[in-house]
């Protein structure tokens, strides 16, 4: 079981204010206006005394917001927390969807997005409370709109902030994998989000066309089917040329002390596949391919009336380390063009590109955030080498310092659907290994 931990006072003092506030964020995902959760949150920020706490108008996306506290000084460590402060949309959602109960709360983005920043700003006010105003360290936030990710406002977004001096980025929406078991989290996969488009024109009575006309619909899922081969490989040419698996060193370690990498399935309700690497390493450390959804139609439609005009696919592409999102679209293209018949036109589009990201197991701030999760956990934590959010190690480059992935929410979490959940515990827990990480940071710092 985890050891207490002394800021368990400071959470029970802020914890009603805190669900408040989660609530109140969750909830402005059923309006209109992108720019309401970064007015919250640079509210928040200022309500709790941190300077020059700006909104970041970007050109394209929803604004950033930036905000520190620099109360240690000159020789403190300059840690840099990143996180998404954007509501997920919830098609079809109400605000019934969005509660607290005995369990803890409700609402999509809730465990994922908004908890982890909270959970680390808090753990920061909460060890400077303790240190009567003079923490270890100095603590900057930098919440984006999770529509830059993927796109060219990141390096925009963190030029107009005007860090300064940054020694350790954390990112705080990442995947903490299991609620039982410390895991640490090396990296993040990239991603390449295409929309393939198949279309004939417009769209035409099916008791008239049936059979003399080709269905674009049909046409792309079949095409989408081909996208693997019968045992599951991806068929796009030279896609895995530069995805080399875990080493024997990284698949025995998620194992390690008898741990089960399969036990964070456990309580998620996932249709796992059989055979193979273990889920873990499938779900941290290899590439793949997945379709997240179809559309049909031109415009309105009379849909069981009709063969749709054109159809279109959401098809998200995850990389690993040493592979290339330039690389992959090119061979995507080429593999679509070796498809195309006459009659229908195939098109495809790049919604988002993101690069994956592999942070030194052995960088002394990773160090120190796995003796932190040791002292809270009382066992070393599994490394995970994939978890955090595609598209965020972007600032990791643009800032010059190496990124670190400390999330709150494990996969029985339900994350991202109208069922994610944050409980009480969890949340807690959450701040008190974020607050130890930042202590160790401190005392690494004292070190020299």
Not at 236 to 255: K, M, T, V
Not at 322 to 347: K, T, Y
């Amino acid at each position: 079981m985890p050891r207490s931990s002394r800021l368990d006072p400071w959470f029970d003092r802020r914890s009603d204010a805190l669900n408040s506030l989660l609530l109140d964020w969750a909830r402005l995902g059923l309006q209109d206006n992108d720019r309401a959760s970064a007015e919250l949150l640079s509210t928040y920020l200022e309500n709790q005394l941190f300077d020059d706490v700006r909104i970041i108008d970007t050109p394209t996306t929803a604004p950033a917001v930036f905000g520190q506290r620099n109360r240690a000084g000159a020789e403190g460590v300059n840690v840099l927390v990143v996180g998404l402060h954007d509501v997920p949309w919830l098609d079809g959602g109400s605000a019934d969807d969005i509660r607290l109960d005995g369990n803890g709360l409700i609402g999509p983005g809730i465990a994922s997005r908004f908890a982890p920043l909270l959970a680390h700003t808090e753990a920061y006010l909460g060890l400077t409370d303790e240190a009567e105003g003079t923490p270890a360290i100095n603590l900057m936030v930098l919440a984006i709109d999770s529509l830059s990710l993927g796109t060219n406002q990141i390096s925009t977004i963190v030029a107009a902030a005007e860090l300064g001096n940054v020694d350790v980025i954390v990112a705080a929406p990442s995947v903490a994998w299991d609620l039982r078991a410390p895991t640490i989290t090396l990296g993040a996969r990239g991603e390449l989000l295409v929309e393939i488009i198949a279309s004939t024109g417009r769209d035409l009575q099916i008791n008239t066309f049936a059979a003399a006309t080709r269905n674009p619909l049909q046409f792309l899922t079949s095409t989408l089917a081909d996208l693997r081969d019968k045992n599951g490989r991806i068929t796009i040419p030279g896609f895995y040329n530069r995805a080399a698996p875990p080493n024997r060193a990284e698949r025995d370690a998620l194992s390690r002390d008898g741990y089960d990498p399969a036990r964070w399935l456990v309580g998620t309700g996932s249709s796992v596949l059989v055979g193979g690497p273990p889920p873990l390493e499938r779900a941290s450390a290899w590439p793949s391919v997945d379709v997240v959804s179809i559309n049909a139609g031109s415009g309105h439609r009379v849909r069981s009336q009709t063969i749709p005009g054109s159809a279109s696919a959401t098809v998200s592409i995850s990389l690993v380390v040493d592979q290339r999102n330039s690389e992959v679209e090119a061979s995507l293209r080429n593999w679509l063009d070796s498809r195309a018949v006459s009659g229908v036109d195939l098109a495809l589009n790049v919604i988002a590109a993101s690069e994956p990201y592999r942070v030194d197991r052995e960088t002394p701030w990773v160090v120190c955030q796995a003796r932190a999760a040791k002292r809270v956990f009382n066992r070393s934590p599994i490394p995970v080498l994939g978890g955090g959010t595609p598209g965020l190690a972007e600032i990791s480059e643009a800032v010059g310092a190496p990124m670190l992935f400390s999330g709150i929410a494990s996969p029985a979490s339900f994350l991202d659907t109208e069922h994610e959940r944050l409980s009480t515990d969890r949340f807690r827990l959450g701040l008190s290994l974020v607050a130890e990480t930042f202590e160790q940071f401190a005392k690494r710092a004292a070190r020299g």
